[in-house]
Antibody, heavy 118, light 113 residues
Framework: QVQLQESGPGLVKPSETLSLTCTVS????????WSWIRQPPGKGLEWIGY???????NYNPSLKSRVTISVDTSKNQFSLKLSSVTAADTAVYYC????????????WGQGTTVTVSS | DIVMTQSSDSLAVSLGERATINCKSS????????????LAWYQQKPGQPPKLLIY???TRESGVPDRFSGSGSGTDFTLTISSLQAEDVAVYYC?????????FGQGTKLEIK
């Protein structure tokens, strides 16, 4: 079955850009929505944004000015870039697949912890 | 933004008893053209990603035990666990996928009494 794996630096300095990649295995990235979600330590879930396999994107307005999500169908990967990070961006970052051509998230990666600190 | 509010931050229920978690949205998540409620429930255990339990407010995801059920429409929704098992200890989140930004409730931590 399809599996997702997040990868990227676990430590990012304030004001720099956080960059993560989600690799999709066991299935194609085509014909699905792909989302990024984050969870600060001990807190709830925040949807960051999604990308459709054709490149269409939608971002949370609270992060829109700093977020870019892209897709590389040849590598079966999609990526997140979050610029000008602060300590408030410290969180576990999850990637997830949309179910049945909906944004509803049915398959999640295990998550990767990103800490923003100098 | 649609604000999702879960009525309890925590809940303690005895093993074998019914557990009920409520979620309210600040506006209706019922799409009139298809009569579907764009509401999902997730279960998250410590150190794990969320797991989809229920979607369209009442459709159980494949593989989810039938002791889990969802109900409600419009703005008021409920997740029910008919007979609590030890493995059901987790945080439960509701989420609306009616409109962006897709928002989650604050979570309800379910424990054994």
């Amino acid at each position: 079955q399809v599996q997702l794996q997040e990868s990227g630096p676990g430590l990012v300095k304030p004001s720099e850009t956080l960059s993560l990649t989600c690799t999709v295995s066991g299935g194609s990235i085509s014909s699905y929505y792909w989302s990024w979600i984050r969870q600060p330590p001990g807190k709830g879930l925040e949807w960051i944004g999604y990308i459709y396999y054709n490149g269409n994107t939608n971002y949370n307005p609270s992060l829109k000015s700093r977020v870019t999500i892209s897709v590389d169908t040849s590598k079966n990967q999609f990526s997140l870039k979050l610029s000008s990070v602060t300590a408030a961006d410290t969180a576990v970052y999850y990637c997830a697949r949309g179910k049945d051509n909906q944004i509803l998230m049915d398959v999640w990666g295990q998550g990767t912890t990103v800490t923003v600190s100098s | 933004d649609i604000v999702m509010t879960q009525s309890s931050d925590s809940l303690a229920v005895s093993l074998g008893e019914r557990a009920t978690i409520n979620c309210k949205s600040s506006q209706s998540v019922l799409y009139s053209s298809n009569n579907k409620n764009y509401l999902a429930w997730y279960q998250q255990k410590p150190g794990q990603p969320p797991k989809l339990l229920i979607y369209w407010a009442s459709t159980r995801e494949s593989g989810v035990p039938d002791r889990f059920s969802g109900s409600g429409s419009g703005t008021d929704f409920t997740l029910t666990i008919s007979s609590l098992q030890a493995e059901d200890v987790a945080v439960y989140y509701c989420q609306q996928y009616y409109g962006t930004p897709y928002t989650f409730g604050q979570g309800t931590k379910l424990e054994i009494k």
